[in-house]
């Protein structure tokens, strides 16, 4: 079956998925729109942690040891910072920093982040579309045990240590969806809407909070269908289980389905867990989640449209 497919995705599981769906979908049958929450400024310079996974992921270039950043990194501009005395808690490779660099210096410039983002897509072969939710600026924010935190001070600099209580968006209300991004979910030829395994309250939750992105995915004619970021009670990468626990929810994809449940159709969870108690009105799955390499990561991205495909044939 043809026709687009949009994809919402955070960082590093999300954009292993999103590798999955460019590799198994033609060249003009995409669209990701990435979260931009965590982006924030660090040395002068404009970081976009979860746009630059997925640009890696795509292009080939992402670490599949660490999981983020580029494969075949080098650091000695790290060393040379911490040897300055400088803040090195947030880490730039060598070959990271240039895309640091250049998007800054364009974004001084005048152009807005969804336009370098393109900008960098063609340079690397990407034939995807990649588009931050925002052009206007969102940031995540946890109210913590240790009062508010911005996103990258809890997450890198304090290495999710400190107890969640809380979640916010600061300047969701006040930014505008990115056009192209409600352009593709309003396609007359959408055929899913995916939302990758990635974090629901600081990845997925981000860009649904920007005003006009959930209306215009209940809007869109085409099955939406979720995929688990919670395999055996624990999440694959990030906080996203330590998080569902001091929030007070079960540490499970059921958990996961029963909070995306008024704006999905299907709920992937992982075959190697017990399936889900029944949702109102979406389907539950099982599959293989756990995308260890790239015949995962297309197996499971068929198997996500195979299931939006059966939604719509019913």
């Not at 669209?31 to 970081?47: A, E, K, P, Q």
């Not at 997925?54 to 950043?69: F, I, K, N, Q």
């Not at 540490?251 to 969870?269: E, H, K, P, T, W």
């Not at 075959?271 to 599959?287: F, K, M, S």
């Amino acid at each position: 079956m043809s026709g687009h497919v949009v994809a919402l995705s955070g960082g590093v599981g999300g954009a292993k998925l999103a590798q999955g769906l460019d590799l198994a979908l033609a060249a003009d049958e995409l669209t990701i729109i990435v979260n931009t929450g965590d982006d924030f400024r660090h040395l002068g310079l404009y970081i976009s942690p979860d746009i630059d996974s997925v640009v890696y992921a795509l292009s080939g270039r992402a670490d599949a040891v660490r999981g983020w950043g580029r494969r075949e990194e080098t650091w000695t501009f790290m060393a040379a910072l911490k040897e300055l005395g400088g803040a090195d808690w947030f880490r730039l490779g060598d070959g990271d920093l240039a895309m640091h660099v250049e998007r800054s210096w364009r974004m001084a410039q005048g152009e807005p982040l969804s336009a370098v983002t393109a900008r960098f897509c063609q340079a690397l072969g990407i034939t995807a579309q990649v588009l931050p939710m925002s052009d206007d600026a969102v940031r995540t924010r946890v109210l913590s045990s240790e009062g508010w935190l911005d996103f990258q001070d809890y997450f890198v600099a304090r290495q999710c240590q400190p107890a969640v209580r809380e979640v916010a968006f600061a300047g969701a209300a006040q930014a505008a969806a990115q056009p192209a991004a409600l352009a593709a979910l309003a396609r007359t030829d959408l055929r899913a809407i995916v939302i990758c395994p990635s974090n629901p309250f600081v990845s997925v939750e981000p860009i649904l909070a920007v005003p006009g992105m959930h209306a215009a995915i209940e809007a869109a004619r085409a099955p939406v269908v979720a995929v688990t970021p919670i395999i055996g009670g624990k999440a694959v990468k990030g906080p996203a289980a330590k998080m569902m626990a001091e929030l007070g929810l079960p540490v499970s994809g059921a958990a996961i389905a029963q909070r995306y449940a008024n704006l999905i159709d299907v709920f992937i969870s992982d075959e190697r867990d017990p399936l889900p108690a029944a949702v109102a009105g979406v389907r539950i799955q099982g599959a293989q989640t756990l995308m260890r390499s790239s015949d995962d990561r297309v197996a499971l991205a068929r198997a996500v449209l195979a299931a939006a495909d059966a939604v719509r044939d019913a």
